[in-house]
């Protein structure tokens, strides 16, 4: 976030660690993404260790692996993954969310970079990460392809890069935006614009041209009887993309 | 590698800790130390730790799905030895007096899956088993008992006698049935009192049960006759569970041991033979309870904190290590993914997957018991009837082996004998 003065205003400090409180609470405003976090954690968790060739049972199955986690929010991504092990870049164009995740990582323990810098500013500094994740980001970018271009900039050779977003179909337009934002009150009015939802076509096509290759795209459904989001293979409303970039190319 | 920071500080790992040593809390300690050695503390409570737990002779049927858990937590090969399979089981319905005892339902003794169906098991042997695992799995066992705790956002503070309280992210209430957690943390209880005890003893005698448990359905309740591993004077032992109206338990409890084997021959039968009391009789209170809810914040009922029972049939434990098997999946797979093993997401998990269920065994084994402790005489017509239809059309025995069998879709990892 922007650089305050050297004295910490106790105000500031106290309503960040309540939006903190609501943010990180299951049952809070951000309850959805809460519900979504487990089986993301998991699909990320997964790819690094199939990547990687590491162990998903040990303590720290992501140790030494860097991770860029592209519009962190309140940091309920990149904070688990810290904890498994990953040195994590954390970035969020809303100062708020920075300084909410950042009083969160800080009460917790865990050591998180997060920055308010954008993708295109991270890679244009020549860093590069094992793993880069766009978790819901793509739908609310204004130019698809150049955000897409410089996430695929910011893969280290051998990494990849996961994306996750909101299929344009008349059924995502249905449970998202009128199921999940009208009639279950899920999502704030106004959180999404369907034609700003992408096809994987769209995203493929985009992935392709930032030079890596698409391994696969699963869809992500919800069970209402078990109340859980799991993988499936309907990509009609929420899917994912992971694509890789070979290890001998030049990053 | 290629984004050159120093190596991030490792955070806290996570405290579990639990309040109470029974089986159930110690094996929770277990299944959450052997899957996370490094990325969780446990710590359990209790002041009976201090005491050596093998002179607990009462014995448990230990159902073939927590047989299972037992196995891959890997102290059922310790246990082994002492534990005596069920190899079949026969129900009767009688009357003190009655010459012949009808033989209404039989249960043939495995699972459906080539194992079998019960294998009865000594508290001490199990405790102490459990407790040297745990040991050596790195679970803190501490002798205070926890009087208090305070949640207090993503921490809770537990109180455990002298010194500072202790930090952890998820406090486990394994304190039995009359908890004292589940009381602070203002959780209702909804159930009642039987006017019946168990009365529990360990018999000798002369000949080999073959592995058979009966249960004799007296109108005073329910007498169970278990099969125990060989041992004892006469070579051959039994359990009795022996329901009893409360009016009448003070008196047999009074008995001299001659005058006690007598009443309980009178129930036994003499188709093993001659009888030897082996352990003095001791008598629990029965009743029937089931928690409002199983979890507060940062708090899990356990075992008896969140539902008792009535024991007609052997399936208060085994709900309480179905209650470990799913507390122990949720946390694991939780902080497998970085996440807080005492979130509310978690308790939440858990909560679904064993309050009704639980609920469910609670009004069967009620039920059973309403009907089975009873002499009046157009009932006993009706649940004779009742006993043969059952035989015939087994809905009862299919739950109960379904039970055991712990193997629907929704049976948790751990009872299904997968390592977490």
Not at chain 2, 60 to 76: D, N
Not at chain 2, 328 to 345: I, K, N, Q, Y
Not at chain 2, 381 to 395: A, E, K
């Amino acid at each position: 976030m922007q650089e305050r003065s050297s004295t910490i205003d106790p105000a500031e400090v106290a309503r960040f660690e309540r939006l903190a409180r609501d943010w990180w609470d299951p049952k809070g405003p951000m309850k959805p993404l809460h519900k979504f976090n487990p089986v993301r954690l998991g699909y990320v968790r997964e790819g690094a260790c199939r990547a990687f060739a590491r162990d998903p049972r040990a303590a720290r199955p992501l140790e030494g692996l860097s991770i860029l986690d592209v519009g962190c929010g309140g940091g309920v991504l990149s904070e688990p993954l810290a904890r498994l092990g990953a040195r994590v870049v954390g970035l969020d164009p809303a100062p708020t969310n920075i300084a909410v995740a950042r009083t969160h990582a800080e009460a917790a323990g865990v050591a998180v970079d997060y920055r308010t810098q954008t993708v295109e500013a991270v890679v244009e500094a020549g860093e590069r990460f094992d793993v880069v994740l766009a978790m819901e980001v793509v739908e609310h970018v204004p130019d698809v392809p150049a955000f897409v271009r410089a996430c695929c900039a910011g893969v280290a050779p051998g990494g990849f890069l996961v994306l996750a977003t909101i299929n344009r179909t008349m059924r995502a337009f249905a449970l998202a935006i009128v199921g999940a934002e009208y009639v279950l009150g899920w999502l704030p009015r106004g959180t999404h614009d369907w034609s700003r939802f992408v096809t994987p076509e769209e995203l493929e096509d985009a992935v392709a041209a930032g030079g890596l290759t698409v391994a696969e795209t699963p869809g992500v459904t919800y069970n209402p009887l078990a109340d859980r989001w799991a993988l499936s293979r309907d990509t009609a409303v929420n899917y994912m993309m992971l694509a890789r970039r070979g290890p001998a190319e030049a990053a | 590698m290629s984004n050159p920071t120093d190596a991030a500080p490792r955070p806290e790992p996570w405290t579990v800790a639990i309040a109470g040593g029974g089986i159930a809390g110690l094996s929770l300690a277990l299944a959450l130390k052997s899957a996370l050695p490094d990325a969780v503390d446990v710590i359990l409570f209790d002041p009976a730790l201090s005491r050596d737990p093998r002179g607990d002779r009462r014995a448990y049927a230990v159902a073939a799905a927590a047989r299972r858990m037992f196995t891959a937590l890997g102290v059922w090969e310790a246990v082994s030895g002492g534990e005596q399979p069920i190899l079949d089981m026969v129900v009767t319905d009688s009357r003190l007096g009655d010459v012949v005892r009808p033989v209404f339902l039989t249960f043939e003794g495995d699972a459906g899956t080539g194992e079998p169906f019960a294998h009865m098991v000594e508290s001490g042997a199990l405790v102490a088993t459990l407790l040297d695992a745990c040991r050596a799995a790195g679970v803190r066992l501490e002798t205070g008992s926890v009087r208090g705790y305070q949640a207090d956002g993503p921490c809770v503070r537990v109180d455990a006698g002298d010194g500072a309280p202790i930090k952890a992210h998820l406090l486990v209430a394994a304190d039995g049935g009359r908890s004292r957690l589940r009381g602070e943390a203002g959780i209702g209880w909804v159930g009642w009192s039987y006017p019946q005890s168990g009365i529990v003893a360990t018999i000798g005698h002369e000949r080999d049960h073959e592995g058979r448990a009966v249960e004799h359905f007296l109108p005073s309740g329910p007498f169970a006759i278990l099969p125990l591993a060989p041992g004892g004077a006469l070579g051959h032992r039994s359990s009795i569970v022996w329901t009893e109206r409360n009016e009448v338990v003070p008196h047999m409890l009074a008995l001299s041991p001659e005058d006690a084997l007598a009443e309980i021959e009178r129930r036994f039968g003499l188709q093993l033979g001659r009888l030897a009391l082996e352990t003095p009789l001791r008598a629990y209170p029965l009743s029937f309870g089931i928690a409002r809810d199983f979890v507060a914040p940062r708090l899990a009922l356990l075992g008896d904190a969140a539902h008792v029972i009535h024991p007609i049939a052997g399936q208060g434990l085994n709900l309480g290590l179905k209650d470990v098997a799913s507390l122990a999946e949720a946390v694991v797979d939780a902080a497998r993914l970085g996440m807080d093993p005492g979130g509310a997401d978690v308790l939440e998990t858990y909560q679904r997957a064993r309050r009704f269920d639980t609920l469910a065994m609670g009004v069967v084994t009620d039920g059973l018991n309403r009907l089975f402790s009873n002499d009046a005489t157009p009932i006993r017509l009706v649940r004779d009837l009742g006993l043969g239809l059952v035989d015939r059309l087994p809905v009862l025995k299919r739950f109960f082996i379904r039970e055991a069998a712990g193997m629907s879709p929704s049976t948790p990892r751990l009872m299904r004998g997968e390592v977490l």
